[in-house]
């Protein structure tokens, strides 16, 4: 049994044992938000198992920057290709330089978005406006990408109570 540990803000933050979430409890450091079935017994008390927890401080030192990958850009763009709107499987999903780099466009997230093959093909090495195609949203540096500081193996399966607070899954899955 492993619990899911959301920060203040009710984000996925980490999974841990539930020998550790319980720990946490014990040292007033999170509160139950979902709870299994099962119960956990000692000599002097009854609880149940914590199935998600959420931390009750902000976490310090959070702020580290959101890795420029593939991943990250496709978690971005919601797994969207950028021009025709289209959800797509990462492995049918391209980088798309937005200002080619043949016009000088830079490998940033402000100028890196997703782009299915077909728009990626069509857009060549043009602007959007030279190609006459419009971005769905203006690509930006993203501050946070939930869960993605880690990673559920889509062989293993999700505990029901933590449907609610993972609305990434099923993009993680459609990664696999
Ligand atoms: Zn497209």
């Not at 999700?158 to 993009?171: C, D, M, S």
């Amino acid at each position: 049994m492993r619990t899911l540990v959301l920060d203040q803000g009710y984000q996925p933050h980490r999974i841990v044992s539930w020998q550790r979430a319980v720990g946490l409890l014990f040292e007033g450091k999170v509160e139950v938000v979902e709870e299994y079935e099962d119960e956990l017994r000692s000599v002097s008390i009854t609880i149940r198992m914590p199935a998600v927890v959420r931390l009750l401080r902000a976490l310090r030192g959070r702020k580290r920057a959101v890795k420029f990958s593939r991943m990250n850009v496709a978690t971005r763009d919601d797994f969207r290709c950028q021009y025709c709107g289209e959800k797509h499987p990462l492995r049918r999903l391209t980088y798309d330089h937005v200002v080619p780099r043949s016009q000088g466009g830079r490998t940033c997230w402000e100028n890196v978005v997703m782009a299915c093959y077909e728009c990626n093909a069509r857009k060549s090495a043009d602007t959007p406006e030279q190609a006459g195609m419009r971005l769905l949203k203006k690509p930006v540096k993203p501050k946070w990408l939930p869960i993605i500081a880690f990673r559920i193996d889509p062989a293993c399966s999700v505990p029901e109570a933590w449907a609610n607070w993972l609305y990434w899954h099923g993009t993680l899955e459609e990664d696999s």
